[in-house]
């Protein structure tokens, strides 16, 4: 399998989309509890959703068939590790082995993510002490057993989303608002992404290894002091603490110092933390592509987050903006040109250019991998099932013409992904708003796929962009 001509795919989720919760062995993970919770409001589950554990045949065929050449999917760490005494569950193996083969009959690149959002549930949270030593071993017997047979390896994704959702706005499981947390568990993350980097150099694979990043960088309509100021922290809390430690094994003393006068206690820090990232940096970038960080000085005063798929935000045009504050850091900026997505999410095309070029500025060279872009709707499908989504494939070839143009600009970009391949679960927002390329139908009990009018646009574009 060539990872060295460009990468064409789509991207999905082990929670999103397998189901088959407690199917063949697979442990209870973080979600499955806190969706069987009460704390889960809508009750709604990713028990079953689109079934891709047992519609993975027909869904890859469906992206072959579709011209895509790579498939980003996550693994479950607990349908591969249920319980805490490491004993490998082997159906969980089997399942992932199967999909693979099913990949390499068509010539499809696996990029593979280790954590997207969802851990077994007897680690329980990211600020649980012991998770970057677990989750090093998880990896290290992932890279063991799959090898070169997984071409591109990251190692979360989004660490700063994920941590935001877990500790800021508190909308994912623990449903915290606490920034000592939100610290712990960003330093975790840190170490899992540098431990199991260390564990995957002792193979001496072929394969390469990266992280997926969430947010773009910070910009702001001004560049007076005070704006730039702004943005600069912004990135602190967004950007820098996953990339620099990640790509240039480094954490910025003034980036310690400023979450120090935060009144953060940094006591759990390991004596030996920055040998440790130093000495294991990754490969390649994985870079999802939504909307830009807009900020501006902090004037409010206040510190505050909200998301868009906090549970009051219904996709109706009075769903909360996405927005965030810290106090004497910076806010989110609004620029009344700039068009919002039905959950309160800008679409500005233009940020696909300006994340890769700055990625570069900070970063060089480095491969970069789009793994994540795509348009959330309320899809309505004929009485065939088949979507007119005229919506998404504008959204989808706005963003790409700026992707492509920062790739001809001379950004080392080796790939881009949609998210999503199919219909599956949307986190927080259930399956209402959906995202994927391919329409499943969640009511007439078979989850019958049917490919919407962006699948045949993006099959089009490919082949006309195959050879860039
Ligand atoms: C990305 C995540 O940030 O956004 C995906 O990696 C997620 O898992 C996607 O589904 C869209 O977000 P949402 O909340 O609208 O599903």
Known sequence: MSKDKFLWGSATAAYQCEGAWDEDGKGPSIWDDYCHSTANLTGITGDVSCDHYHHFKEDIKMMAEGNQNTYRFSLSWSRILPKDDHVVNEAGFRF???LIDECEKYGIVPNVTLVHYDLPDYIGTWTNPKVSDEFAYYASVVFKHFGNRIPLYTTINEPNHNAYCNYCVGNYPPNETNLQHYCECAYNMILCTAKAVKEFRKLNLNSLIGIVQGCGPAVSLKDDPEYLEAVKYCDYFCNDWVLDPAIKGILEDELIEAVKAKGIDL????????????NNTIDFLGQNIYSRMLVKPNTSGITSFTVNNAGNNDGTNNSARETRAIKDWFEFDRDENTQLNKWGREIYPKCGYITLTKRKERYGNIPIYITENGHGCYDIADENGYVEDDERIEFLNNYLQWILKAKEDGVNVQGYYVWSTMDLYSWINGYKK???????DYEDGNLKRTPKKSYYWYKEFIKKYQNI
């Open 96 to 98: 992932y082995d199967e």
């Open 267 to 278: 006591s759990f820090v390991d004596p030996n933390f920055k040998d440790i990232i130093k």
């Open 434 to 440: 959906r995202y994927g390329l391919v329409r499943v």
